[in-house]
């Protein structure tokens, strides 16, 4: 087992590496010569929320998702009464201009 120390300069640009460039912490563990399990613990340790905030935000996600889905069946709605509209007002001018 490997004890060696890291700096939390070290850390930070490791955590930063997952956190905001998106690397998975396999690319990242590799990449620096660091375990999985302990690039882990400091994204863990960098990034905690509470199981609480966690719950809180995915209702949240849930309501607007529910809410974009009732907006885009409202608009669907008004688009197919457009649609309907255009193609009966669009026959009935061709019908004037047949008996002209």
Same mark, same amino acid.
């Given at each position: 087992?490997?004890?060696? %120390?890291? +700096? @939390?300069?070290? #850390?930070? /640009?490791?955590?930063?590496?997952?956190? /905001?460039?998106?690397?998975?912490?396999?690319?990242?563990?590799?990449? *620096?010569?660091?375990?999985?399990?302990? *690039?882990?613990?400091?994204? #863990?340790?960098?990034? @905690?929320? @509470?199981?609480?905030?966690? &719950? &809180? /935000?995915?209702?949240?996600? #849930? #309501?607007?998702? *529910?809410?974009?889905? +009732? &907006?885009?069946? %409202? $608009?669907?709605?008004? %688009?197919?009464? *457009?649609?309907?509209?255009?193609? &009966?007002?669009?026959?009935?001018?061709? $019908?004037?201009?047949?008996?002209?």
């Amino acid at each position: 087992m490997n004890n060696q %120390r890291y +700096s @939390p300069e070290f #850390k930070d /640009e490791a955590v930063r590496q997952v956190i /905001e460039r998106a690397y998975t912490v396999a690319e990242v563990s590799a990449n *620096l010569g660091v375990s999985q399990h302990s *690039l882990y613990k400091w994204v #863990k340790a960098a990034n @905690p929320l @509470p199981s609480k905030q966690k &719950d &809180d /935000e995915l209702i949240e996600a #849930k #309501k607007e998702i *529910l809410k974009l889905r +009732s &907006d885009l069946k %409202r $608009t669907e709605e008004e %688009r197919d009464i *457009l649609k309907k509209a255009a193609v &009966d007002s669009s026959h009935q001018r061709n $019908t004037l201009v047949n008996h002209v």
